[in-house]
């Protein structure tokens, strides 16, 4: 066994949902721009003991939760999960997931399914050669599943990324780590569909442990026909920054052509990071993790398909909406976290990992 400690350092904001979707004055409420997540049990409990009149708590209970507090409730800290930067100016908010003691972290699970999609593009890169419907599943949750098959090894225990096993990092506390923040799609210049969501914020630190099974790296080729792509393990770092670069200039593209000039700027320096790490040769590299990386960072991309074949391909498993001619770019929106004054800022998901190797 190879084991890494794993230091991942949060670029852009985060978003992986725990699947909850927190509704003002029920779950959370807002003060002086701040977001308090109310913790309705021990805001029970406190007004149990506060000895109020029957004819007081008949009154509350006819409100929600978030309407009970008074400003100078907000100094009992006791009453509250916690509080965070950040006025959602919405009436939902998506949850970030946490571990059992309310700490955000990120799940071994993100960061494996970003590599593996990184190695795909890798393997793909180097057959180039068309991909065709034919080769893909009928149900658009599972459709790459052939292709992984074919490529990765034919069912889990043939599996390539068996080799490979990234671990949960270490959880943080939410008022340092998290941040509320608003989120929209960006259609070109234009913006729909906006949303709140608690955030890992930029500039953060996290650290975890990966483990690359160098015994069954030695065996696969014989035994699980693995045999000329133990390198892509091997060479983690260099296939996952390849694939970044690939990514990033495509997206850097795309925010010129829409004249979003400060999410331009934001994949510029990430290019020029990218390129930094292929200099030093280090064990470093960029993912893009989470909510809001959109279908270009989750799949292969357009490249692999022709262009008859692409068009099948969106009507069968994609259906875009909108008025959508054969040829036109996919896909036209990105999700972006917007400032105050809804100008996008940022896109979701980008992190910095290094990997140290422990003796």
Avoid: C, N
């Amino acid at each position: 066994m190879t084991r890494y400690r794993v230091i991942l350092r949060t670029l852009s904001e985060i978003h992986i949902g725990d699947g909850q979707t927190l509704l003002r004055e029920y779950d959370f409420t807002v003060h002086q721009g701040r977001f308090y997540r109310l913790s309705v049990s021990r805001l029970l409990q406190g007004y149990a003991e506060a000895e109020l009149t029957p004819s007081v708590l008949e009154r509350l209970t006819r409100l929600p939760p978030g309407r009970w507090l008074s400003p100078e409730d907000f100094r009992r800290k006791e009453w509250f999960l916690y509080a965070l930067e950040g006025d959602p100016k919405v009436g939902a908010v998506r949850s970030f997931i946490k571990d059992v003691h309310g700490r955000p972290y990120l799940p071994g699970s993100s960061l494996k399914g970003a590599l593996r999609t990184a190695i795909l593009w890798r393997i793909w890169r180097e057959r180039r050669e068309p991909i065709r419907l034919s080769q893909l599943g009928r149900q658009r949750e599972w459709a790459a599943q052939p292709l992984e098959r074919r490529w990765l090894g034919s069912d889990p225990h043939h599996d390539l990324l068996r080799a490979l096993r990234p671990g949960d990092t270490g959880p943080l506390p939410p008022e340092e780590a998290l941040v509320v923040v608003r989120a929209v799609v960006q259609v070109g210049p234009r913006q729909a569909a906006p949303l709140a969501l608690e955030a890992l914020r930029p500039g953060m630190t996290l650290e975890g442990r990966l483990t690359v099974d160098e015994g069954l790296l030695a065996v696969g080729a014989a035994e699980l026909g693995w045999e000329g792509k133990e390198r892509y393990v091997r060479g983690l770092a260099a296939v996952a920054r390849d694939f970044a670069l690939d990514r990033v200039r495509k997206e850097a593209a795309w925010a010129r052509a829409a004249g979003l000039t400060a999410l331009e700027a934001f994949y510029g320096d990430l290019e020029r990071r990218l390129r930094r790490m292929r200099e030093e040769k280090a064990d470093a590299f960029l993912l893009r993790v989470g909510w809001g990386g959109g279908w270009e960072s989750k799949t292969l991309g357009r490249e692999p398909f022709e262009d008859a074949e692409f068009e099948e391909l969106l009507r069968r498993y994609i259906r875009p909406k909108g008025r959508r001619r054969p040829g036109d770019p996919f896909p036209r929106s990105r999700r972006v976290v917007v400032d105050e004054r809804d100008r996008p800022i940022r896109p979701f998901g980008w992190v910095e990992v290094r990997l140290e190797r422990e003796s």
